[in-house]
């Protein structure tokens, strides 16, 4: 049975740091796309990063402050979030692709993703 688990979420002041991370059991995610998503109440799922062999992907909105990465060894993948907003305040999802092959670009429609985490709640203060 596959489980991602976030931690990392927490209450910041705007400017401020967090490093979200997501351990995933049941099966090795090493060769596969892992990703970010985010929302807020009334509102769409929304792509932040993703990561896989061909590189690293992020949304506009978060180029430059957020990064991905991940440890295959751990089945592990992080969210480092630098620089926050207020308007980064969400809950956050890790997510999985179930394929064992990467595509380029990665995927960025929740649709693409067949594994999800509980989510984290991330609060950015003003």
């Known amino acids: 049975q596959v489980q991602l688990v976030e931690s990392g979420g927490g209450l910041v002041q705007a400017g401020g740091s967090l490093r979200l991370s997501c351990a995933a059991s049941?099966?090795?995610?090493?060769?596969?796309?892992m990703g970010w998503f985010r929302q807020n109440p009334g509102k769409e799922r929304e792509f932040v990063a993703a990561?896989?062999?061909?590189?690293?992907y992020y949304a506009d909105s978060v180029k430059g402050r957020f990064t991905i990465s991940r440890d295959n060894a751990k089945n592990t993948v992080y969210l480092q979030m630098n620089s926050l907003k207020p308007e980064d305040a969400a809950v956050y999802y890790c997510s999985a692709d179930a394929s064992f092959y990467s595509t380029w670009p990665a995927p960025q429609k929740p649709n693409d993703y067949n594994y999800w985490g509980q989510g984290t709640q991330v609060t950015v203060s003003s």
């Open positions: 990561i896989n062999w061909g590189g690293t």
């Open positions: 049941g099966r090795t995610f090493s060769t596969s796309t």
